[in-house]
């Protein structure tokens, strides 16, 4: 079940044109400002804190010269450089201490590194008999999650300055786990093989690895984001279906609604406020970034702006305590050669 290819969101994404453009009784409800990127170049970012900063990757489009960024007021676009060796670097998360994760090639294989503007880029190493590993998160704690891989096989981690790198483990029957996201006071999600499928989990330092199910008549799920709750949201699903869906101690795995006619859906990211943000699918089989409100309720985000932003917003990523958003998207108008459209990612910011 991952997660769908650029290319393939590019080809469908034209069919959402004539809907996003459409919609133009809808009052403004998001200020829309795009990032900046390479001339020619394409971006992806999933990292966001709380002061409205990414972190992403960017690079050349069909290039293999990708390159880790930092977005901030004070420096709207920051290369982070490489790991010595290396000719590639992503960065996948950033916290309110504008510290910022990700994974960069060395001479022998991908390693995790944690960036700080005054000690620049730092390998954070492997699991014991490790090889390779990668970061996707860090919270204002310092503490990072990501996963580990070699002889052994693919391993969830936890790491701090004072502990280092620590194996989470796995599902009962499982022999891989990845870790997507951590909360503040250090609840861990992400997926597991288990004796089930694969699964979301929740972990924690008092109560391990918890198992949390997939949604009825569905055979694997992810966890993909957690809020200090917790609440967890993620996706669900058999194939190419999948359901997104929102997780609490108190309701366990509930659905969340697609558009209308749609058969995909996702959920990436939630803030404290309970709002989920994602992508979904509708009848054209267009994507589109989404907003589910705490009552649950779904909202194309195309139909929140204004059609002078000019933009086709395709798949919402995070959002933050302020409720601004991080969206992939498109400048329109969208050229026919679809080679011609880079992706792009925007923040949206409640009017």
């Known amino acids: 079940m991952k997660l769908l290819r650029k290319s393939t969101r590019r080809v469908v994404v034209v069919a959402a044109l004539v809907c996003a453009t459409a919609s133009t009784a809808v009052a403004q409800t998001y200020q829309v400002n795009d990032l900046p990127t390479p001339e020619g170049g394409d971006s992806v970012a999933r990292g966001l804190n709380n002061a409205g900063n990414v972190a992403g990757r960017s690079g050349t489009t069909f290039s293999t010269q990708t390159r880790a960024f930092v977005s901030r007021a004070i420096r709207p676009f920051e290369i982070l450089g490489v790991l010595p060796q290396g000719d590639y670097s992503a960065a996948f998360g950033?916290?309110?201490?504008?510290?910022?994760?990700?994974?960069?090639?060395?001479?022998?294989?991908?390693?995790?590194?944690?960036?700080?503007?005054?000690?620049?880029?730092?390998?954070?190493?492997?699991?014991?008999?490790?090889?390779?590993?990668?970061?996707?998160?860090?919270?204002?704690?310092?503490?990072?999650?990501?996963?580990?891989?070699?002889?052994?096989?693919?391993?969830?981690?936890?790491?701090?300055?004072i502990r280092g790198m620590e194996p989470l483990g796995t599902l009962a029957g499982g022999r891989s786990s990845t870790a997507m996201a951590v909360s503040d006071p250090g609840y861990v999600v992400g997926r597991s093989d288990s004796s089930s499928g694969a699964r979301a989990f929740l972990w924690s330092a008092n109560g391990g690895m918890v198992n949390l199910g997939a949604l009825p008549g569905d055979s694997e799920s992810q966890a993909m984001a957690v809020n200090d709750a917790p609440t967890v949201v993620g996706f669900s699903g058999n194939g190419a279906q999948s359901r997104a869906f929102v997780w609490t101690p108190t309701t366990g795995m509930a659905a969340l609604p697609s558009l209308p006619g749609g058969d995909?859906?996702?959920?990436?990211?939630?803030?404290?406020?309970?709002?989920?943000?994602?992508?979904?699918?509708?009848?054209?089989?267009?994507?589109?970034a989404v907003l589910w409100g705490a009552d649950g309720k779904i909202r194309d985000l195309n139909t929140a702006i204004s059609p002078s932003a000019s933009a086709l917003l395709v798949e919402a990523q995070a959002i933050n305590n302020r409720g601004q958003i991080l969206v992939y998207g498109f400048r329109l108008p969208i050229n026919p050669d679809l080679h011609e459209n880079p992706g792009r990612m925007f923040i949206l910011t409640p009017m």
């Open 94 to 161: 950033i916290n309110d201490f504008e510290q910022v994760v990700g994974g960069s090639n060395t001479a022998t294989a991908l390693q995790a590194f944690i960036w700080e503007s005054a000690l620049g880029m730092q390998t954070l190493g492997a699991l014991p008999g490790d090889n390779g590993s990668q970061a996707f998160a860090i919270n204002n704690r310092g503490q990072v999650v990501g996963y580990s891989s070699g002889p052994q096989g693919i391993r969830a981690f936890i790491w701090s300055r």
């Open 264 to 288: 995909v859906a996702r959920a990436l990211g939630v803030n404290s406020q309970g709002q989920v943000v994602g992508f979904s699918t509708a009848a054209d089989h267009a994507y589109r």
